[in-house]
C-alpha cells in the first residue's frame, strides 16, 4: 500500500533498489527528510536481517547433510560439523560476490533464491506429506483436516512456483 500510494504511476520510476530510493524520496518530501533516511535504514536493516538468514538456514542445512554423507563414507561418527558449516557459508558469500562481480542486481539474486527456496518448499512439503501417509504408523499420521490444510499449502506453492517459471521461461 505504501509503494502504491507514494510513487506508483509516476514518471521516472525505477526498478530494483531505485524504486526503495525513490520511494524514500517521495516520502521524505512529505513528512520530511528524517522519514526517508527512517525508511531506508528499516529496508536495510530487514533485508541484511533476511539475507544473514538465508544464509544462515542454508549452510546449516547443506553442512548436516555434507557431514553425514562424509559419515556414511568414512565409516565413523567424528565429523568436524562447525568446519563443513563455515566453508558452506562462506561459499555461498563467495557465490553472491562473483555473481555481483559479473554485473547481476541485486534483486535478480533475491528473486533467485526465493525461487529456490519455494521450490524447496514444495519438495519438503511433499515428502513430509509422503513420509508421514507410508512411514507412521496409522494412529500417529495427520488427521483429515491437517492433510487437507498440507493439500492446500502444497497447492499454494506450487501454483506459484510454476507461475514464477511460465513468467520467466515464457
Same mark, same amino acid.
Given at each position: 500500500?505504501?509503494?502504491?500510494?507514494?510513487?506508483?504511476?509516476?514518471?521516472?520510476?525505477?526498478?530494483?533498489?531505485?524504486?526503495?530510493?525513490?520511494?524514500?524520496?517521495?516520502?521524505?518530501?512529505?513528512?520530511?527528510?528524517?522519514?526517508?533516511?527512517?525508511?531506508?535504514?528499516?529496508?536495510?536493516?530487514?533485508?541484511?536481517?533476511?539475507?544473514?538468514?538465508?544464509?544462515?538456514?542454508?549452510?546449516?542445512?547443506?553442512?548436516?547433510?555434507?557431514?553425514?554423507?562424509?559419515?556414511?563414507?568414512?565409516?565413523?561418527?567424528?565429523?568436524?560439523?562447525?568446519?563443513?558449516?563455515?566453508?558452506?557459508?562462506? =561459499?555461498?558469500?563467495?557465490?553472491?560476490? @562473483?555473481? %555481483?562481480?559479473?554485473? +547481476?542486481?541485486? #534483486?535478480? !539474486?533475491?528473486?533467485?533464491?526465493?525461487?529456490?527456496? =519455494?521450490?524447496?518448499?514444495?519438495?519438503? @512439503?511433499? %515428502?513430509?506429506?509422503? +513420509?508421514?501417509? #507410508?512411514? !507412521?504408523?496409522?494412529?500417529?499420521?495427520?488427521?483429515?483436516?491437517?492433510?487437507?490444510?498440507?493439500? @492446500?499449502?502444497?497447492?499454494?506453492? +506450487?501454483?506459484?512456483?510454476? !507461475?514464477?517459471?511460465?513468467?520467466?521461461?515464457?
Amino acid at each position: 500500500i505504501l509503494s502504491y500510494d507514494s510513487v506508483y504511476g509516476q514518471s521516472g520510476n525505477s526498478q530494483g533498489i531505485f524504486f526503495v530510493i525513490n520511494q524514500s524520496a517521495r516520502i521524505a518530501s512529505i513528512l520530511g527528510p528524517w522519514s526517508g533516511v527512517s525508511l531506508l535504514l528499516v529496508i536495510g536493516v530487514l533485508l541484511l536481517q533476511t539475507q544473514l538468514g538465508i544464509l544462515d538456514s542454508t549452510s546449516r542445512m547443506i553442512s548436516e547433510n555434507v557431514a553425514l554423507k562424509l559419515q556414511q563414507k568414512n565409516g565413523h561418527n567424528r565429523v568436524n560439523l562447525t568446519r563443513i558449516y563455515y566453508i558452506c557459508i562462506w =561459499a555461498e558469500v563467495a557465490f553472491g560476490v @562473483i555473481m %555481483l562481480a559479473f554485473g +547481476l542486481e541485486p #534483486r535478480t !539474486l533475491i528473486v533467485a533464491g526465493a525461487v529456490a527456496n =519455494a521450490w524447496a518448499m514444495i519438495i519438503h @512439503i511433499g %515428502l513430509v506429506y509422503y +513420509l508421514n501417509q #507410508r512411514e !507412521l504408523a496409522p494412529e500417529f499420521r495427520p488427521a483429515l483436516w491437517r492433510r487437507i490444510v498440507i493439500g @492446500i499449502i502444497f497447492a499454494a506453492f +506450487l501454483g506459484f512456483g510454476l !507461475l514464477t517459471l511460465w513468467s520467466v521461461f515464457f
